[in-house]
């Protein structure tokens, strides 16, 4: 029985039991190895994210959890159900939105709803009731009887997560379900996925490879070339980093880390062409490292511990540029100028 009170996700819960647990999970696509051995729990009622960059092993482990791909190896239950041996009932507890559109245009949104509802199984006096609360649930009510095809890409990722939650399942998996869509309307999906949990309690199980996006979870898995780097709350992630960041730019940005280096020691990096140190100090480090290294340095930057630093460190790189869309690239290019 759930318990709802005012809490910093806006709810708890009195039971935390996991709902998904996975062990040792391994996928080979021949010599590739696309998941390397991962093991993690899910919690009820939570909202928890896989961030990383495309490549990383996100959509292999969400089409092996929803039953899409067989594991080379590993185990994974999800409601109490073996996904391997008892695919039929994990399908039955799951609503997933792909990354991919995968809706009807040819059809209104309520005859993509009712088709889904029969593929489920659901009764048809079940059903009716249920399209009105899932439509009304993602503001699309007044355009039940419109062509899909008429929809913005806003509205079409609504009604994927209204069809997604149509049958009532225990765990709603998002696959990048914002990806391609402006600030504004990814705000919006977030607003009606917060508040599913809320009214609901459903298990929300998300992958992104938007930093800002993976604030919204419970817990973060960071995952890159297979395998989880670091799984803890966002603010427990961002304490990992030690400090402040230091941002220093230079025409010679790897000479000037050396020099840092061996002036000042502790840990200096190279980070989209600068040096980043860390210091639980920095607005006094800062000063000290500009006196040190006049005329070489062109910029300078004191900022606290976000979650792309968290990345970084864990994996030694960011959320790699060249295989994000173009509106990511965009995105990222707009980060830096703020800067």
Known sequence: MLKWKSALMGYSVDSMDAIIKVTELQKRYGPVEAVRGVSFDVRRSEVF?????????????????ATLLRPTSGRVVLNGFDVARQPTDVRRSIGIVFQDPSLDTRLTA???LRFHAMLYGVRRDVAARRIDEVLAMVDLADRR??????FSGGMKRRLEIARGLLHAPQVLFLD?????????TRRRIWDYVLDLRRSMGVTVFMTTHYIEESEHCDRIAIIDHGRIMALD???????????DIIMVGADDAPALAQAIRERFGGEVRLADGAVMLERPDGAEFAPRVAAAFPGRITSLMVKRPTLDDVFLKMTGHGIREEQASAVDQLRLAA?????
């Open 49 to 65: 994210g896989f961030l990383g960059p495309n490549g990383a092993g996100k959509t292999t482990t969400i089409k092996i959890l």
């Open 335 to 339: 980060r830096r100028w703020r800067r």
């Open 145 to 150: 009887r419109s062509v899909v095809a008429t």
């Open 110 to 112: 309520e005859m993509n």
């Open 176 to 184: 990048e379900p914002t990806v391609g869509l402006d600030l504004q």
């Open 233 to 243: 709350t966002p603010e427990a992630l961002r304490q990992r980093v030690g400090g």
